[in-house]
């Protein structure tokens, strides 16, 4: 049986939307408040990642946003995104051209619970704002991996906020990621 991990960037004030400034909101670009020597750590440790999971499920946002910027990006790191199955939860009639991609619909509990039964290993899902919280609420999540960026946002969605009710965590793991990030690992409690 698999395990569903949500692997998210977020600021100190809990805040994922926007990251890279190019929605163009207020509070966006906080991504990019890093210096390279966090970068290049954050890197690392994403595709350290990616390396240890079996497949990912994302919503179609999502996936508009990483196929164009990950379907011909070269690397280690690249290659191993791209030959991940991912799970694309969709009502879109539009084609999945990025590789490895299957269209899924319907109810997200019910597709999240049949690939808990069908996937063998970790099915990670990346960004997914509007699948996250939905997968929270129903306990679908087993595993919180938070990168928490040293930046306020002071605005902005903070998805895991909508998570429902209070939601008791335990904490797994914390360690430092370069100099000014840090990696949290939450289960529930």
């Known amino acids: 049986m698999a395990r569903i991990i949500v692997s998210e960037n977020i600021t100190l004030d809990g ?30 440790a994403e595709e350290d990642e990616a390396m240890h999971v079996d497949a990912v499920l ?17 690397g280690s790191w690249a290659e191993r995104f791209n030959s ?46 509007s699948l996250i919280p939905t997968l929270i ?14 930046v306020l946002a002071g605005a902005g969605r903070a998805m895991l906020a909508d998570s429902g009710s209070i939601r008791p965590l335990r904490l797994i793991e914390s360690h430092p990621i370069g100099t000014n990030l840090t990696h949290v690992t939450y289960r529930p409690a």
């Open 84 to 129: 991940l199955p991912k799970y694309v939860l969709t009502s879109s009639p539009d084609p999945l051209a990025w590789r490895n991609s299957t269209a899924v619909s319907g109810d997200l509990t019910e597709v999240a619970a049949k690939l808990k039964q069908e996937v063998d290993g970790d099915i990670v899902v990346y960004a997914s704002g």
């Open 58 to 74: 994302m919503g179609r946002r999502s996936y508009d946003y990483f196929a164009p910027r990950w379907a011909d990006r070269p």
């Open 15 to 44: 805040v994922s939307t926007d990251p890279t400034g190019e929605e163009g909101t207020t509070h966006g670009g906080w991504f990019t408040r890093i210096d390279d020597a966090d970068r290049a750590a954050w890197a690392a």
């Open 137 to 150: 609420k129903h306990d679908l999540v087993d595993e919180l991996r938070l990168i928490v960026f040293p």
